[in-house]
């Protein structure tokens, strides 16, 4: 299906980026990113809930993909064991003076 193929592409994107960190070659590429959209990359193909602010961050797509892909397949993998209930919630933190501030975490029911 696609999104196999898509996670498949992803995961081959993430074993790279993994290795060249692992030989200190990795180069961070900061790039605008929407989260919402890059959340719904994130969960295509899994049965998962999202809430996710409507923010677009300056970030490593690669890097970024890496750390949210491996908390997910977590939380399925430690999860309850027939049916997991992933819920994947980013919102932006509280605090008059954060510009850019993240609050991330996957939760697992």
């Known amino acids: 299906s696609f999104a196999a193929l898509r996670r498949g592409m992803r995961s081959c994107r993430h074993r790279q980026a993994h290795l060249q960190l692992a030989a200190q070659r990795y ?6 990113l929407q989260l919402q959209a890059f959340s719904n990359d994130l969960a295509i193909g899994r ?30 993998k430690h999860g309850h064991p027939r049916e997991p209930e992933v819920l994947f919630t980013i919102s932006e933190a509280g605090g008059s003076d954060s510009t850019d501030s993240l609050s991330s975490g996957d939760h697992v029911r």
Do not use: E, H, W, Y
Not at 27 to 32: A, G, K, N
Not at 49 to 72: S, Y
């Open 47 to 76: 049965k998962m809930t999202l809430r996710v602010a409507d923010l677009v961050v300056r970030i490593d797509a690669t890097l970024c993909g890496l750390i949210m892909d491996n908390a997910i397949s977590n939380a399925f």
């Open 27 to 32: 180069t961070p590429v900061l790039q605008p």
